[in-house]
């Protein structure tokens, strides 16, 4: 095996490719120690709140979009199948400030407040929006005008 010495500029770009693999962080106190992890998804982040706490019954953990993420995001996320009827799961768009810590839920653009456990999230265009979300949305918003005659 042959070793490769690392420049700084391919570190660097390591580092870069890795950060944005983990646009989120968990952070919390397990079993005495401060703990912290990069995640790609809120579910990710829902799953290492929950191993954390399996672990230790007094643990604490918050998950945040990371402070130095260069814009605000917008997820999407739905009540789980089985946690209601069909009807009440809209998908609602929640935004994410860099460095914006959130605990066990999160509130919709709508005010709708959703629980972690119960959210199943979605990729953009699957599931039936909020129609409160969509028109509360920093979008755009495009007039149609009708010709005068």
Request: include cysteine.
């Amino acid at each position: 095996m042959v070793d490769r010495e690392v420049t700084p500029l391919q570190h660097h770009d390591l580092a870069k490719r890795r950060a944005l693999s983990s646009p989120f962080m968990v952070v919390g106190r397990i079993n005495g120690r401060h703990e912290a992890a990069g995640v790609a998804t809120p579910a990710d982040a829902l799953d290492r709140m929950l191993r954390w706490l399996e672990c230790d019954d007094d643990a604490s953990a918050v998950w945040y979009l990371r402070e130095d993420w260069p814009d605000p995001i917008t997820i999407i996320g739905r009540l789980a199948p089985g946690s209601c009827g069909e009807t009440r799961r809209a998908a609602h768009l929640f935004s994410m400030e860099p460095g914006a810590v959130h605990c066990g839920s999160l509130e919709a653009r709508c005010g709708t407040e959703l629980f972690m456990p119960e959210i199943e999230w979605l990729n953009v265009g699957t599931g039936m929006p909020c129609e409160r979300c969509l028109a509360l949305s920093n979008t755009p918003a495009y007039r149609l005008e009708a010709e005068s005659a």
